[in-house]
C-alpha cells in the first residue's frame, strides 16, 4: 500500500516556533505609506507642472516689473519736458523784460529831446 506522505508547507513568512515572538515578515524599503507613494511617471509630471506654473509666475512679475518701469520712463520724460518748457518761459520773460527796459530808456532819451 502506498501511503500519501503529508509535507507540510511552508507559510508566506518565516514563523520562529516560539509563541511569543512576533512573526517576521519581509523588510519594507520604504516608511511612506503606500497611499502616498506615487510612481515616477506621476513625480515627473507634477515637477513638469511645478515648473510650468513657476516659469509663468515668474514671467507675470517681470511684466509687472517692466510696466512699472515704463510708466517711470514716462514719467520722467513728461517732468523734463516740463522742466523744459518752464526754462525757455523764464528765459522769455527774462529777455522780454530787457526788452521793455531798453524801449523805455529810449522813450526816455526821446522825451528829453
Known amino acids: 500500500m502506498t501511503a500519501k506522505k503529508?509535507?507540510?508547507?511552508?507559510?508566506?513568512?518565516?514563523?520562529?516556533?516560539?509563541?511569543?515572538?512576533?512573526?517576521?515578515?519581509?523588510?519594507r524599503r520604504s516608511q511612506m505609506p503606500t497611499a502616498l507613494k506615487q510612481t515616477y511617471s506621476a513625480r515627473i509630471a507634477k515637477t513638469k507642472q511645478h515648473n510650468i506654473?513657476?516659469?509663468?509666475?515668474?514671467?507675470?512679475?517681470?511684466e509687472k516689473i517692466d510696466e512699472k518701469?515704463?510708466?517711470r520712463e514716462i514719467t520722467e520724460e513728461r517732468k523734463?519736458?516740463?522742466?523744459?518748457?518752464?526754462?525757455?518761459?523764464?528765459?522769455?520773460?527774462?529777455?522780454?523784460?530787457?526788452?521793455?527796459k531798453r524801449l523805455r530808456k529810449k522813450a526816455g532819451n526821446l522825451k528829453a529831446r
Not at 18 to 25: E, L, N, R, S, V
Request: proline share 5%; glycine share 2%.
Open 69 to 71: 518701469r515704463r510708466k
Open 53 to 62: 506654473a513657476r516659469d509663468m509666475a515668474k514671467a507675470m512679475k517681470q
Open 6 to 27: 503529508n509535507i507540510p508547507q511552508e507559510p508566506a513568512t518565516r514563523v520562529s516556533g516560539k509563541d511569543w515572538k512576533m512573526a517576521k515578515t519581509p523588510t
Open 80 to 100: 523734463k519736458i516740463q522742466e523744459e518748457k518752464e526754462r525757455i518761459e523764464a528765459l522769455a520773460a527774462k529777455m522780454s523784460a530787457n526788452k521793455a
